[in-house]
């Protein structure tokens, strides 16, 4: 099945094409035969595309909104000069989108029909700076393709549906959760989906035997405690705020800190909440960027000052995370690193694991430093009996293999 997958924001749009079904997921022969992104949608959008040959194009189009650009995409897939091999619109089987919140609703991917994208619009109160986006790229999709072509919702929050009542209320009056829903939610739930059930297959473990942390570090960084394939505690909360520093976001902070940093700066609350999701984090600290290569950069060669403090308050509260998760599993099997972060940055991954000794794990530095740019592997020391893995995460191809479950009626295992 030749699968489309999406994932819209506001002036962007990711994409893959892959060719999955039931032999090539079991053998792992998905083929991705093209992927890429589609930047400043709404003015001279810019447009880039990698082939499954490894070549990079560039393009520029006026392309005016998302379905503008949906329908441009839909012209180059099928288009000879694409390299797909794909000649008609109908050789897109189905399409698969990201959608950040499904609510306690969504549970699983799902076909979308009217009543998911009333779901979907039912929780933009939750996630409006998300859903309402996912939901235009349905729409869009629908346009270009036609309706007989199935489209599948594969939710950002799903994977977490499993957290135990303890882990996902907040010590907050009871009816607050009832009247408006206010619980943790979890995000990166298919990153951290994907890479569960990556290091299982490559380690050859049984699904209820595996206790594991995943550390996604990315721009938006989160942890996760999974056992038996299940997640039982993430860091992100009501919103993708909670938890970890991140690139730009300040992660855990004291509630009462909204107020007062309003009152001190002559603020608004929401422009507090602002400030806490674009302007803190690794920005905030360093003052420089939230680009972790350039924060390294600024540490290791000049010497900075507070790119070194953005550092280790990055690589602290991840081990304090990881601490935390260990408690709630009681113990585990390994913690695995993806992301940007987390799949390139040997020095962050030691750092993180730097004083986990006491959790019986060891590193091996050489085998660290040799983990970079998408290889997965094993990095802590023979012996060690909590390991450290590297196992990159790959959201898109997790949802064209969700979509082309669904689509087919083939059981979706977590
Ligand atoms: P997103 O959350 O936006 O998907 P990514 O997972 O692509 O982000 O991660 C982006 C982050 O990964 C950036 O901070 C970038 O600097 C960092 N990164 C990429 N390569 C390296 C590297 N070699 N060393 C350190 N950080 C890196």
Not at 79 to 99: K, M, N
Request: charged letters at 25%; one cysteine or more; glycine letters at 10%.
């Amino acid at each position: 099945m030749n699968v489309l997958v999406l994932n819209v924001g506001s002036a962007t749009l990711k994409f893959q094409v892959v060719v999955t079904d039931n032999d090539r997921i079991m053998h792992d022969q998905d083929v991705k035969l093209l992927r890429g992104q589609i930047e400043r949608i709404g003015g001279e959008s810019v447009i880039t595309l990698r082939g499954n040959d490894g070549s990079t194009r560039k393009r520029t189009a006026p392309l005016r909104d998302m379905r503008s650009a949906v329908d441009w995409l839909v012209g180059y897939i099928t288009d000879p000069e694409s390299g797909t091999g794909l000649t008609a619109r109908g050789d897109i089987h189905a399409v698969g989108h990201r959608v950040v919140h499904g609510g306690e609703q969504f549970r699983a991917s799902v076909l979308v029909d009217e009543s998911v994208l009333q779901g979907i619009e039912d929780n933009v109160e939750l996630a409006p700076l998300h859903n309402p986006h996912n939901l235009r790229g349905i729409e869009a999709t629908r346009k270009a393709l036609g309706s007989g072509v199935p489209q599948v919702a594969v939710f950002d929050t799903a994977f977490h549906h499993t957290l135990p009542e303890h882990a996902y209320l907040y010590a907050i009056p009871y009816p607050l959760y009832r009247r408006h829903k206010i619980r943790r939610y979890g995000f990166h739930g298919t990153s951290h989906r994907s890479i569960a059930y990556r290091f299982r297959k490559i380690t050859d473990r049984e699904r209820s035997d595996v206790r594991i942390v995943t550390l996604h570090l990315g721009n938006g960084c989160s942890a996760c405690a999974i056992r038996g394939g299940v997640s039982i505690d993430t860091s992100m909360g009501f919103t993708p705020l909670e938890g970890l520093v991140m690139g730009t976001r300040s992660g855990d902070i004291d509630a009462a800190l909204l107020d007062y940093i309003a009152a001190k700066e002559g603020l608004s609350l929401s422009q507090v909440e602002a400030m806490l999701n674009s302007q803190s984090g690794l920005l905030g600290i360093s003052g420089l960027t939230n680009d972790m290569r350039d924060l390294l950069a600024e540490a290791n060669e000049l010497q900075d000052r507070r790119a070194r403090l953005a550092i280790e308050i990055f690589c602290y509260r991840a081990r304090k995370y990881v601490g935390a998760y260990l408690a709630a599993l009681g113990g585990a099997d390994a913690v695995v690193f993806a992301g940007g972060v987390g799949e390139n940055s040997a020095q962050i991954r030691a750092r993180i694991c730097d004083g986990l000794e006491w959790a019986g794990l060891r590193v091996d530095a050489a085998a660290n430093e040799s983990l970079v740019g998408g290889r997965e592997g094993r990095f802590s020391a023979e012996g060690s009996s909590m390991e450290a893995w590297v196992v990159p995460t790959d959201e898109e191809l997790l949802i064209a293999r969700d979509t082309f479950r669904v689509v087919s009626g083939a059981p979706l295992p977590s």
